[in-house]
């Protein structure tokens, strides 16, 4: 079975505090995924990345940056993290495609700045 | 653009009662539609996907959807509902253009025993 994981449950934070959320996934997947999820609104896309040193934009990345230097590692990075940056963040993978392979998510991280 | 449209932020079903959480699309060209359910503190999982072929797709769990491109719509159904199906149920879409995938809001299902 395909294993992605991430390295905290919960988490709390300070405004201003540089946080990190790290992904790893087992599955030799080239792609993967960084996301929120906010109650009503659904999953929102951070970034993503198709490969090792690749990374893309996705519908909200502002005030966040992202690592690939592992295949297997997906790092997401708030610079400065604020308080509308609380929120539950989800990691996925999936094999490379023509965009039809399902993704295979971690349990989340839920993140609370203060 | 792609998008997708849960209508229902709620459904409530009893146990044994069939079930259906609705889903519509819009995309350019043949979408891919897939549908993932999350419980309590957890990630999200894989239910099933439609590519190409048969309308009707048969998933984990017992849960079918059914494709329906005049309609633009991917309804998630189940014959028989359990309570153990309460959950947080979502819709997503990748269209032509689009490499990555769009999610709707979500739909929570409650089935009362």
């Known amino acids: 079975d395909v294993k992605v994981t991430q390295s905290s449950r919960y988490l709390v934070k300070r405004t201003g505090e540089k946080v990190f959320l790290e992904c790893v996934q087992d599955?030799?997947?080239?792609?993967m995924f960084w996301y929120r999820q906010d109650p009503g609104l659904g999953l929102r896309l951070i970034y993503f990345s198709y490969d090792v040193k690749m990374k893309e934009k996705g519908d909200i990345p502002e005030g966040y940056s992202v690592s690939r230097e592992k295949k297997e590692r997906f790092s997401l990075i708030l610079e400065s993290a604020s308080t509308n940056q609380t929120s539950m963040y989800l990691c996925?993978?999936?094999?490379?495609?023509?965009?039809?392979?399902?993704?295979?998510f971690g349990p989340g991280t839920r993140l609370t700045v203060l | 653009a792609q998008s997708v449209a849960q209508p229902e932020d709620q459904v409530n079903v009893a146990e044994g009662n069939p079930l259906t959480v609705k889903c519509t699309y819009s995309v350019s060209g043949n979408p891919y539609l897939f549908w993932y359910v999350q419980y309590p503190n957890r990630g999200l999982q894989f239910l099933l996907k439609y590519i190409t072929g048969d309308n009707l797709v048969k998933g984990s769990y017992g849960f079918e959807a059914e494709f329906n491109k005049s309609q633009t719509s991917f309804h998630l159904k189940k014959p028989s509902a359990l309570v153990s199906d309460s959950a947080l149920y979502f819709c997503a879409v990748r269209g032509g253009g689009y490499s990555t995938l769009t999610f709707g809001k979500g739909t929570m299902l409650l089935v009362s025993p």
């Open positions: 599955m030799d997947h080239e792609n």
């Open positions: 996925a993978s999936r094999l490379p495609g023509q965009g039809y392979n399902e993704q295979f």
